[in-house]
């Protein structure tokens, strides 16, 4: 076996926690990334660790229909770098990335192409992989994000996972700060126009049509805000009625393959202060940074949201209070009316 390295890294993992750090949030959106300086540092944490070469640097991510983006390309051109994109599913979900993680560190053993696999990852879905590339007699070491007050001391790592690898190491705390950055800032122009747009379903009422032949004054590459006339033509969704009984709710799985019903709520105040928390700073975040068309679409479909953001919102919370509090049907609904609040304050 090659006495050289393999560095595996699942980009939607890392994102997540370097924007939340930084941001407050793991919508994208929200936060800039220095992704050369990223990875050198994973690089560098990866060759003081082992005092081996690298092989490659394998990213993972997921894009529309798989493929590339700008941004994709940009890291895909660093030397030594190779992108691998999974598809994001209708509903927002990624497909494909973690199969493609499990394939490409199984194949890298099996070649004997590196003696040391270094996985940037939490998903316990990849402990089988783990064993498998280690009878192949692979070394996998799991490279996290420092977190003092967890058991394991590194962030939003499965336990699972974590029992698996043969060690775990962190990344500088300073490699976090340094590399990522909050892009969105809240702007009094962008907040005035999102009043317009929210309100002109009242104000048709009194202007009617002629309204639309009212100049309107916006940025540079920012659509004009759709006219009250435009607004009032759009139905507006109504709540969807559901089949689950009132002393249950659905168990949420990462995996979509199991559901079921568990009996419960929460009733510890501080999830709940958390919940309204972290939906308020979304929809700060999500707003300083939507465009008119996509604020005009959100208010027109309410209160249903987006698959996009309500897995924000999920992902947010759970890094506060655990992932399996943000199964509880009244945390969830904490985060959404807390969101909508906050939408409304904005607009």
Sequence with gaps: ??????????????????????????????????????????????????????????????AKDAIFTDQHKRIGLLPGVKVRLGRISFNGEQKGVDLKLALDLVGIARNR????????SGDDDLAEAVEEAQDLGMKVVLIGVEKADHRLGVASVAEHLALRVD????????????????AVTWDPEHAAQSAAIASAGTQAKIIGDAAEELPV????????????????????AQPMATATP?????????????SGF??????????????EEVGASVARNWHASTTQAE??????????????????????????IGEWKTDLQDVRRALRIAFWDQIDRLT
């Design 1 to 62: 076996m090659m006495s050289q390295s393999a560095i595996f890294v699942d980009a939607s993992f890392l994102l997540a926690i370097g924007g939340h750090r930084t941001s407050g949030t793991t919508l994208r959106a929200a936060f800039t990334v220095n992704y050369e300086a990223l990875i050198e540092g994973i690089l560098k944490t990866a060759k003081d660790s082992s005092g081996l070469e690298n092989l490659r640097v394998y990213w993972y991510d997921a």
């Design 295 to 320: 604020l005009k679409d959100l208010l027109a479909d309410r209160p249903l949201l987006p698959a996009e953001i309500d897995r924000v919102l999920l992902k947010d919370c759970a890094q506060r």
């Design 167 to 182: 060690s775990i190491i962190t990344l500088p705390e300073e490699l976090i700060a340094s590399s990522f950055m909050k």
């Design 246 to 258: 009132p002393d249950y709710q659905l168990v949420y799985s990462s995996t979509q393959q199991t």
């Design 113 to 120: 192409a590196a003696s040391v696999a270094f996985l940037v």
């Design 217 to 236: 004054t916006t940025k540079p590459g920012v659509p004009r805000p759709p006219s009250p006339a435009l607004l009032q033509s759009r139905p507006k």
């Design 262 to 275: 568990a009996t419960g709520t929460s009733r510890d105040p501080s999830d709940m202060d958390v919940a």
